[in-house]
């Protein structure tokens, strides 16, 4: 933990986080693997170098900004197919991020970077590599759907 102070910032501010992750697996033989993941992630908070903006009255600014979290699950298989010629990996995912941090205009000219609320990001990925039976040729490919939208947006132009 750090404590940050700010021109005009009457307190110290700190964040501090604990972003744990755990994982079962499970592997029947040596061509297949499951899995699932918890997973969280954060991204500490700060302060904006802000210039004064004229007009303003001193202190009524937005200086500092809190930290983003994001925590979620992960499930998948690898797999090794057809005398291991072909390699599959298939997993989907799920994450909610709280305190998403974005930069924002304000007063028209001046950049501030704030918390805008609640994101979900949820998707399924696919890839493969098969090694044809020609001597130095691999195909490979990939396939991603994503599907991220706001659950709440509070940040202001």
Same mark, same amino acid.
């Not at 005009?8 to 604990?18: A, C, E, K, T, Y």
């Given at each position: 933990?750090?404590?940050?102070?700010?021109?005009?910032?009457?307190?110290? *501010?700190?964040?501090?986080? +604990?972003?744990?992750?755990?994982?079962? @697996?499970?592997?029947?033989?040596?061509?297949?693997? #499951?899995?699932?993941?918890?997973?969280?992630?954060?991204?500490?908070?700060?302060?904006?170098?802000?210039?004064?903006?004229?007009? *303003? +009255?001193?202190? %009524?600014?937005? *200086?500092?900004?809190?930290?983003?979290? %994001?925590? $979620?699950?992960?499930?998948? +298989?690898?797999?090794?197919?057809?005398?291991?010629?072909?390699?599959?990996?298939?997993?989907?995912?799920?994450?909610?991020?709280?305190?998403?941090?974005? $930069?924002?205009?304000?007063?028209?000219?001046?950049?501030?970077?704030?918390?805008?609320?609640? *994101?979900?990001?949820?998707? #399924?990925?696919?890839?493969? %590599?098969?090694?044809?039976?020609?001597?130095?040729?691999?195909?490979?490919? @990939?396939?991603?759907?994503?599907? @991220?939208? /706001? #659950?709440? /947006?509070? @940040?202001?132009?």
């Amino acid at each position: 933990s750090c404590p940050i102070t700010a021109p005009g910032l009457d307190r110290d *501010v700190s964040f501090n986080d +604990i972003s744990p992750e755990a994982t079962i @697996a499970y592997k029947p033989n040596a061509d297949l693997n #499951i899995y699932a993941s918890y997973k969280e992630g954060f991204l500490s908070g700060g302060f904006s170098a802000l210039a004064p903006t004229p007009g *303003v +009255i001193a202190g %009524t600014q937005q *200086v500092t900004y809190d930290q983003q979290t %994001t925590r $979620g699950f992960e499930a998948g +298989i690898k797999a090794a197919l057809f005398d291991r010629r072909l390699f599959i990996n298939l997993a989907a995912y799920n994450y909610k991020t709280k305190g998403l941090q974005v $930069g924002v205009t304000t007063q028209g000219v001046q950049q501030e970077l704030r918390n805008a609320g609640s *994101v979900r990001t949820k998707g #399924i990925e696919a890839d493969f %590599t098969y090694r044809t039976p020609l001597e130095g040729l691999t195909l490979n490919g @990939a396939v991603n759907y994503n599907k @991220a939208y /706001y #659950i709440s /947006y509070f @940040a202001s132009c």
